[in-house]
């Protein structure tokens, strides 16, 4: 980049040079002046030009004009700043899935009601059997034949003779018959199922005790027909063991007999 004085600088430069020139030579001149006025008296003159310009030059050169100096060059424009991406929405949470709704319970279906159990009828107690001799006594230990439900000798204890039966007193053994089925109906038990099913029915059992009246075995000869009934007649069993102890004048240490167990509605 050039200075724009530089041309009077130059100039300045020339006409000191040149004046002090002139002045160094005017010097020396008075010295050799001084030396020679004594002889001839002659001198030199010397004529001055104007200031700026050097003796003998031509006309000074004009300025040059200044080079324009050169547009500076625009700054660049600062890129923008990128935009901050956007931050991605949070996906909504999905929502949860409402819960079934429970099925409502069945409705308890209602119990029927149990039927009024038939209050049972007091059976007539049996009349006394006329005692028989020993030798007219029937000592039958089968099961009669089958017989209808009215006419089935329900209180009705046969005794069977056992292995080592001895010959006892007949009226001994019919009132300890009496006495055991005395006991036994106190512990016969109508099952409420069977009679609300309305079952009915005979069962025959056979039973053997020792002396103190303790079952020593017993079997179901002749079932009723419904293994209700049938269960209550053995149920009696355990629960009546052990049956009264057989009289001393019976003179037996077994007793077998049969039963007849009836269950009836009426």
């Known amino acids: 980049m050039r200075i724009r004085g530089f041309p009077w600088v130059v100039a300045l430069v020339l006409a000191v040079g040149v004046h002090a020139s002139v002045l160094w030579y005017l010097a020396r001149t008075d010295t050799e002046t001084d030396g020679a006025e004594a002889p001839g008296e002659s001198g030199v003159v010397i004529d001055l030009g104007p200031a700026g310009r050097t003796i003998g030059d031509p006309e000074a050169l004009p300025e040059p004009e200044p080079e324009p100096e050169p ?24 929502e949860p899935e409402p819960e079934p709704e429970p099925e409502p319970e069945p409705e308890p279906e209602p119990e029927p009601e149990p039927e009024p159990e038939p209050e049972p009828e007091p059976e007539p107690e049996p009349e006394p059997e006329p005692r028989e001799p020993a030798e007219d006594q029937p000592r039958d230990a089968s099961v009669q034949g089958e017989e209808s439900e009215h006419e089935a000798p329900a209180d009705e204890v046969r005794d069977a003779p056992a292995a080592d039966q001895g010959g006892g007193d007949p009226a001994a053994e019919q009132d300890y018959a009496r006495e055991l089925r005395a006991w036994l109906e106190r512990h016969k038990e109508y099952p409420r199922q069977a009679q609300r099913r309305r079952q009915e029915g005979v069962a025959t059992v056979r039973v053997t005790i020792d002396q103190d009246g303790n079952v020593l075995s017993y079997e179901l000869e002749q079932g009723s027909g419904h293994s209700l009934l049938d269960r209550a007649v053995e149920d009696m069993i355990r629960r009546a063991d052990p049956l009264p102890a057989m009289p001393a004048d019976m003179g037996q240490s077994t007793f077998t007999f049969s039963l007849p167990v009836s269950f009836n509605l009426r």
Not at 80 to 87: M, Q, R, T, V
């Open 71 to 94: 547009e500076p060059e625009p700054e660049p424009e600062p890129e923008p700043e990128p935009e901050p991406e956007p931050e991605p929405e949070p996906e909504p949470e999905p």
